[in-house]
């Protein structure tokens, strides 16, 4: 076996180790993934290959193996580099080979680390090795009676040949790689993070109060608190470090001993109290900033990765979030003095008409107002009206209300979506390419109007953080949330499926295998020489070539098409196996597709072969049943209580209804229609036992919630969704008072409100630590 070889195999090990997989599965999607397979394609795809790996652990896979094959890239260079410097000894590679992490490799690299000139290696020139050798070697001797050999013009006397010898000594110790290593562990299991308040800035900072003087284990720090600490001491209103042993009375600190320990240093020997005078000073001077910083990387490093998991998760909540469906639409983009900006879209999102209505303060044309929606409502056919959740939603949503119980059925259903990224959309490029006439503002009421038609569709334009359901989202490793967000994007769009030839071009770049460039190809050649009939055609798109057909083919739908099975999830390269089925069943494709009954009594078992196994032949067999299903859930609708628009409106007990806008580890904001979301502490979230609120809600549910405190001068909402005798809080349940909308192809939930700012930073962390110490 090559040495390329016998590192895949061990790479595929580990990381099969780490995803609950055999190694064999892990080899090969490593081997797809290398071969340019994207990972939709190789989960939905590929299942025989890889054993059935899911996109989860496909997607850990991903990192995992960009992590490690970056380890031993480094491996290779410190080898190199210790080799050429001519010290590599067969044990010192033995322990670089055997190094797991990044971190350990790097203690062990230490010592042969080029450096600047420091003050041990004055001290080796002016010849005080051989000293600092001696009083290690010999405990009997007297430090200071041995250092008078080493008196010349350079060291004028034995204080200074001591603290020559300290300087040498204190850097071998410091470059102990098995030391640093217990340290750590050590520091990671005992230490505390302390943050104090700067002087002065007790005002400024406020919103930081909860951390002005708080300390708690390292080890236990959840994410939404240290981000809050890094924060506050990013803005200079807090002070952090990290601290061992403060509490420790002994007068020799547990990490200075371990330190004497590694080199045997007592206390019965004239050298030993001089040695662990230096065994202190170390710790003081080098080891305890270095392993400080350390571990502060590492809390950051643990804190990005929740906050960036716990937004992947709300995003693809938010993204799977059902389509009300193909209806007209009015979008209103609500505002104060300048006006709630309308826009009327049809059922396919095509922009039909705008307006501007100003029926608040200055001019209160409240009757102008509604009699220019109602007529739009008329003139279009208008079944949904979408109202953005920003300033002034409440007002007009009251307003619109206001206008349909005088208008004669069928009336529209009102809905208040999220805006999150809609200004980030109106001023896009994207939408100054579709609408280069049209003002910004009046752009944002139309991408309102169609996030309510399908939020898949139009939030897939916005930059993923710009979507506003994150936590600290701004303060996290960009590039890490990118990465991690752009997967999540991938993953809903191929489990939804998308219309080839009606899809955006900023849809179709999320296809597995196209890209930015192709979708716009794809959407040139569909303009230029009208809609697809067949996937096939899509081969005669400017430099599609197969490769790219492989990839993309099996996440396009055509509708009505030449080829039936086009509108379904049936690969092209599967269709033989597609056909077998539907002969051996003795029917016409297009009367068999849909019919469970007969699809039912076929034995998937019969048409495996060698290439498409028993995964693929169920996964046919399912799209036949229901083709081009859409995974998403029933259109449904939170339905705010009339009387209470404002936080005063709020009272202790008040039971109301409301949407999930966000979840966090420790509990889920929900918008009561206030302008304010509340919290639903982890605690709070049921009558059991929750360790993590994705357990219980998720972004976009409908739940019953009861309000236990308001605090409004802080802006803090306290909720709960745990029974009382009499009070049936809770998640909601079909027919409590939420809206549904079933029985029309596409119908779901619309998207959840995301509110305009992070309910979970500071303040939301302040007011869940609250919760807690209720």
Request: net charge neutral.
């Given at each position: 076996m090559t040495d390329s070889s016998s590192l895949a195999a061990r790479l595929a090990r580990q990381i099969a180790d780490e995803i609950g997989a055999r190694p064999p599965q892990a080899a090969a999607a490593i081997a797809l993934l290398d071969e340019g397979a994207t990972i939709?394609?190789?989960?939905?795809?590929?299942?025989?290959?890889?054993?059935?790996?899911?996109?989860?652990?496909?997607?850990?896979?991903?990192?995992?193996?960009?992590?490690l094959r970056e380890l031993e890239a480094r491996r290779g260079a410190i080898l190199e580099s210790v080799r050429q410097q001519g010290k590599l000894t067969d044990e010192l590679e033995a322990a670089i080979a055997g190094a797991a992490t990044k971190a350990e490799l790097e203690d062990i690299y230490l010592p042969f680390k080029p450096k600047r000139r420091n003050r041990a290696d004055i001290a080796r020139e002016r010849g005080l090795g051989p000293l600092a050798e001696a009083i290690l070697a010999d405990r009997a001797q007297v430090p200071a009676e041995l250092a008078k050999a080493y008196i010349t013009d350079e060291v004028p006397d034995a204080k200074s040949a001591l603290e020559g010898a300290r300087d040498i000594l204190s850097e071998q110790f410091a470059q102990n790689a098995e030391l640093i290593g217990r340290l750590r562990g050590y520091l990671k299991a005992n230490a505390s993070l302390r943050a104090r308040v700067v002087d002065g800035k007790q005002e400024a900072g406020a919103k930081f109060s909860d951390y002005f003087d708080h300390v708690e284990r390292w080890a236990n720090v959840p994410s939404h608190r240290a981000l809050a600490m890094l924060r506050g001491r990013n803005e200079?209103?807090?002070a952090l470090e990290i601290e061992a042993d403060a509490d420790?009375?002994?007068?020799?600190?547990?990490?200075?001993?371990?330190?004497?320990?590694?080199?045997?240093?007592?206390?019965?020997?004239?050298?030993?109290?001089?040695?662990?005078e230096v065994a202190g000073w170390t710790w003081r001077v080098k080891l305890a900033l270095h392993l400080s910083i350390d571990l502060m990387t590492e809390l950051r490093m643990r804190a990005e990765t929740e906050a960036?998991?716990?937004?992947?998760?709300?995003?693809?909540?938010?993204?799977?979030?059902?389509?009300?469906?193909?209806?007209?639409?009015?979008?209103?983009?609500?505002?104060?003095?300048?006006?709630?900006?309308?826009?009327?879209?049809?059922?396919?999102?095509?922009?039909?008409?705008?307006?501007?209505?100003?029926?608040?303060?200055?001019?209160?044309?409240?009757?102008?107002?509604?009699?220019?929606?109602?007529?739009?409502?008329?003139?279009?056919?208008?079944?949904?009206?979408?109202?953005?959740?920003?300033?002034?939603?409440?007002?007009?949503?009251?307003?619109?209300?206001?206008?349909?119980?005088?208008?004669?059925?069928?009336?529209?259903?009102?809905?208040?979506?999220?805006?999150?990224?809609?200004?980030?959309?109106?001023?896009?490029?994207?939408?100054?390419?579709?609408?280069?006439?049209?003002?910004?503002?009046?752009?944002?009421?139309?991408?309102?109007?169609?996030?309510?038609?399908?939020?898949?569709?139009?939030?897939?334009?916005?930059?993923?953080?710009?979507?506003?359901?994150g936590q600290y989202q701004h303060d996290v490793d960009q590039y890490h949330l990118a990465r991690a967000l752009d997967g999540v994007v991938e993953d809903a769009v191929n489990a939804v499926g998308v219309d080839l030839n009606t899809a955006s071009a900023s849809l179709l770049a999320r296809v597995s295998g196209l890209g930015a460039s192709l979708a716009e190809a794809v959407v040139a050649h569909r303009d230029a020489?009208?809609?697809?009939?067949?996937?096939?055609?899509?081969?005669?798109?400017?430099?599609?070539?197969?490769?790219?057909?492989?990839?993309?083919?099996?996440?396009?739908?055509?509708?009505?098409?030449?080829?039936?099975?086009?509108?379904?999830?049936?690969?092209?390269?599967?269709?033989?196996?597609?056909?077998r089925i539907v002969a051996a069943c003795g029917r016409d494709l297009r009367t068999l597709m849909g019919d469970s009954a007969a699809l039912g009594a076929v034995d998937p078992r019969a048409f495996a072969d060698e290439r498409f196994g028993l995964p693929t032949v169920r996964d046919i067999i399912a799209e036949l049943e229901k083709p081009g299903r859409d995974p998403r859930?029933?259109?449904?609708?939170?339905?705010?209580?009339?009387?209470?628009?404002?936080?005063?409106?709020?009272?202790?007990g008040m039971e109301l209804e409301g949407t999930v806008t966000n979840v966090a580890a420790f509990g889920a904001f929900v918008d009561i229609g206030v302008h304010q979301d509340g919290l639903v502490h982890v605690s709070q979230l049921a009558d059991r036992f929750v360790k993590d609120a994705h357990e219980v809600v998720k972004v976009g549910d409908v739940v019953k919630v009861r309000v236990l405190d308001i605090d409004l001068k802080r802006k803090r909402i306290a909720l709960s969704m745990r029974r009382e005798a009499g009070g049936p809080a809770g998640r909601d349940a079909p027919g409590r008072g939420a809206r549904e909308e079933r029985g029309k192809p596409g119908g779901g939930r619309p998207p959840a409100k995301a509110p305009a700012r992070e309910p979970q930073g500071a303040l939301g962390a302040a007011l869940m630590d609250a919760l807690k110490r209720r």
């Open positions: 939709p394609f190789i989960a939905r795809y590929r299942k025989e290959a890889t054993g059935g790996l899911d996109d989860t652990q496909l997607r850990l896979l991903g990192e995992r193996l960009i992590y200079e209103v807090l420790d009375p002994a007068p020799v600190k547990p990490a200075v001993r371990m330190i004497a320990e590694a080199y045997d240093i007592g206390a019965r020997l004239p050298a030993d109290v001089w040695l662990m960036i998991n716990v937004f992947a998760r709300n995003l693809k909540d938010l993204l799977l979030a059902a389509p009300a469906g193909s209806r007209a639409t009015m979008g209103l983009d609500p505002g104060i003095r300048t006006g709630v900006k309308v826009a009327v879209v049809d059922g396919t999102g095509k922009l039909l008409t705008t307006s501007t209505v100003y029926p608040f303060p200055p001019k209160n044309d409240v009757r102008g107002t509604q009699g220019e929606l109602a007529n739009l409502i008329r003139r279009h056919g208008v079944e949904l009206v979408a109202i953005g959740n920003g300033t002034g939603s409440r007002e007009t949503e009251k307003l619109v209300a206001e206008m349909l119980a005088d208008m004669p059925p069928p009336k529209p259903i009102k809905v208040v979506v999220s805006e999150a990224g809609a200004s980030v959309y109106s001023a896009s490029e994207a939408a100054a390419a579709e609408f280069p006439g049209l003002d910004v503002s009046l752009r944002g009421a139309v991408s309102i109007a169609r996030r309510l038609q399908d939020p898949l569709a139009e939030l897939v334009k916005i930059e993923p953080k710009s979507i506003g359901v020489n009208g809609p697809f009939a067949s996937r096939r055609q899509l081969l005669d798109v400017a430099r599609l070539g197969p490769r790219t057909f492989e990839q993309c083919a099996g996440f396009l739908r055509i509708r009505d098409g030449s080829e039936p099975l086009d509108a379904s999830a049936v690969h092209p390269e599967a269709y033989g196996v597609a056909r859930p029933a259109f449904r609708t939170a339905t705010f209580a009339e009387d209470v628009s404002e936080m005063k409106d709020l009272k202790p």
